[in-house]
């Protein structure tokens, strides 16, 4: 069974989403959260922040755009979603388990012995297309799903979901030139600028900005959009597929730890999970927003 | 003595088979890193340059680039030389590939010294430590042009990640035509009793020479071509030790973590051995080929000599 057909190739901003879908993204992406912050809770472990700041832009793939089939994840002609920022991995492990390529209930196996969801992806994991963790890859080895797409005459599309910390790594740069050069159209990246990185707020690490401007002088056609409004979300990701001729990037400016008022914009929930007193405070605080 | 009829540089046999076999599997696809004169992939890319990707000089993006090509049903092969293509990009070889058990093909040429004028920085003599440090990797260091041929395409037809390593300089060819490479076989060039010699590469060469020596002196070795780095064929090594009781090892590589050491380890395991070992044990400088392989200490005068001291040391 195939699963989320995606939508139409557009030519113009005229099939944008109408409010119903909307609302059911904004559903699937509660419940994304909600695993988040339960998974990594169960865990004691985790990096909750950087996952909560992608869910409207998992959300709106695994949902709205992907051709996938969840019963037949190495299915020649799907479309591939590549997690370059590995350690997001229960955003995306929510996203896998919500669309059925795993249990639900084997989120709650995080990081756990034995568990076949890693702290970081592997690609024995159902879906995930790549091992990663080790910044600054994904980039790469989508391009290489994209150039062989274009080898094949396969209409396949690969979307690539890089940190904005990632960024600093030199291989994002070596990617970023080479998918010019080779005027890779069918690839769709994502900078998710949550602004914190490990340690600190990236102004602070490694200045990044002017981001966008850095992307362009690569070669690269830039969408800047607020990365948590699944409309913005939805109507970039289609104007970036429907560019011709070069790679397209969204930056998704968005907030470190969405959805939890004390994760928000915290350096410290980059790698740490909510302990037991916080669990209660933030599913309450999801359930209300 | 050895017969030195003929030499091949075995990158030049590679780029060779590298494009025949393009020409029988449109699946190949060649990566190259502004290298490709030198490792003859730019025979491959002139014939099929909609297959061929030159990345510049980036090889951390050809590594991953290339796992994404072979996720997608493609056989990528990522050319350049041992030093760029080993050491640089280490951690995209180990998380893109190797645990992804990725069917990526690292063909590096210009390994060890013997690259000669350029330097040590252009001389690799680490990689066989790093790349037989990772768990999926099949691991082959071919002995001339013949073994490079039949090598190369024993890669192309085997699932999973391999590293085949090649030289810069003319390699004296001790194959014919017809040989048969086996991945994970040790071959037998010589038997004898006294002493066995293990080499790989341009070293197996200089082994048959140093037993061809020895035999005027009494010393009869078996000489065994071990290809075959990873998987490693510990029965063959096992029944050397029995049948001989001494060991040397001889490799174009630095001392810790190549083929001596590999071979020490199942020795240790199996049957412990006295051994000597032919190796680099520190880094190399600008020279003729030649001359770094007499002041390293890697010719079959030096192998010759390590075979005289371990049976010295025999129980």
């Not at chain 2, 780029?15 to 599997?25: A, C, I, P, Q, V």
């Not at chain 2, 998380?95 to 690259?115: E, L, P």
């Not at chain 2, 051995?273 to 001359?291: C, D, H, I, N």
Request: a neutral charge; one cysteine or more; hydrophobic letters at 40%.
């Amino acid at each position: 069974m195939i699963q989320q057909r995606g939508a139409p190739m557009p030519t113009n901003g005229s099939n944008a989403p109408n409010n119903a879908e909307l609302e059911r993204l904004r559903g699937i992406a509660r419940q994304m959260r909600r695993d988040i912050v339960l998974m990594t809770s169960e865990a004691n472990s985790g990096h909750p922040g950087g996952s909560l700041s992608a869910v409207e832009i998992l959300a709106a793939l695994y949902f709205h755009f992907l051709k996938h089939d969840p019963e037949n994840p190495s299915w020649p002609d799907r479309d591939r979603f590549i997690m370059s920022k590995g350690h997001a991995s229960p955003v995306i492990y929510s996203a896998l388990a919500r669309s059925g390529y795993f249990p639900v209930e084997e989120l709650m196996t995080y990081r756990k012995l034995n568990s076949r969801l890693q702290g970081h992806p592997k690609h024995e994991t159902p879906g995930v297309e790549v091992s990663s963790g080790s910044l600054g890859q994904g980039l790469s080895f989508g391009i290489g799903c994209a150039l062989s797409a274009r080898l094949d005459n396969k209409l396949y599309r690969t979307y690539v979901l890089l940190g904005d910390g990632e960024c600093d790594e030199g291989q994002v740069w070596e990617a970023a030139m080479s998918a010019a050069h080779y005027k890779v159209d069918n690839l769709t990246a994502y900078v998710d600028r949550n602004g914190i990185q490990n340690d600190r707020f990236t102004s602070q690490v490694m200045e990044l900005e002017p981001l966008s401007d850095k992307w362009r002088a690569f070669g690269w056609q830039v969408f800047e959009i607020d990365g948590h409004d699944l409309a913005q979300v939805i109507d970039a990701t289609n104007q970036a597929n429907a560019v011709r001729g070069k790679p397209a990037v969204i930056i998704a400016r968005t907030v470190k730890g969405k959805g939890v008022s004390f994760m928000e914009n915290n350096p410290d929930f980059h790698g740490r999970a909510a302990n037991k007193e916080e669990l209660p405070v933030a599913l309450k605080e999801l359930e209300n927003g | 003595m050895v017969q030195k009829v003929a030499t091949a540089a075995t990158r030049e046999v590679f780029g060779k088979t590298l494009l025949e076999l393009g020409r029988r599997n449109r699946d190949i696809v060649v990566l190259g890193a502004d290298l490709n004169k030198s490792t003859f992939a730019n025979l491959f890319g002139k014939e099929f340059p909609e297959r061929f990707f030159d990345l510049g000089a980036a090889e951390q993006n050809m590594m991953s680039m290339a796992s994404g090509f072979a996720s997608s049903g493609k056989i990528p092969f990522c050319t350049t030389f041992a030093v760029f293509g080993t050491g640089r990009p280490f951690d995209q070889i180990r998380v893109s590939i190797a645990q992804q058990n990725a069917n990526v093909k690292i063909v590096c040429t210009h390994a060890g010294i013997t690259v000669g004028e350029d330097g040590a920085s252009a001389q690799s003599i680490e990689d066989l430590s790093l790349m037989t440090s990772l768990p999926t990797f099949n691991v082959i260091v071919p002995a001339d042009g013949p073994e490079t041929m039949q090598a190369v395409q024993a890669a192309a037809e085997t699932k999973g990640p391999f590293y085949i390593r090649l030289s810069r300089s003319a390699t004296p060819v001790i194959h014919n035509e017809s040989h048969h490479f086996q991945l994970g076989k040790a071959e037998q060039l010589r038997d004898g009793s006294d002493a066995t010699i293990i080499a790989c590469g341009i070293l197996v060469a200089a082994a048959l020479e140093a037993a061809d020596t020895l035999r005027q002196e009494g010393i009869n070795c078996r000489v065994l071509n071990m290809a075959s780095l990873k998987p490693l064929d510990e029965d063959a090594i096992e029944a050397a030790a029995r049948r001989t009781g001494a060991i040397v090892t001889a490799e174009e590589h630095y001392i810790h973590g190549g083929l001596g050491s590999l071979v020490a380890g199942v020795l240790a395991r199996t049957e412990p051995t006295p051994m000597e070992f032919v190796a680099l044990t520190r880094y190399g400088e600008s020279g003729k080929a030649e001359q770094l392989l007499e002041k390293y200490g890697l010719t079959a005068k030096h192998v010759s000599t390590a075979v005289r001291k371990v049976i010295q040391r025999k129980r």
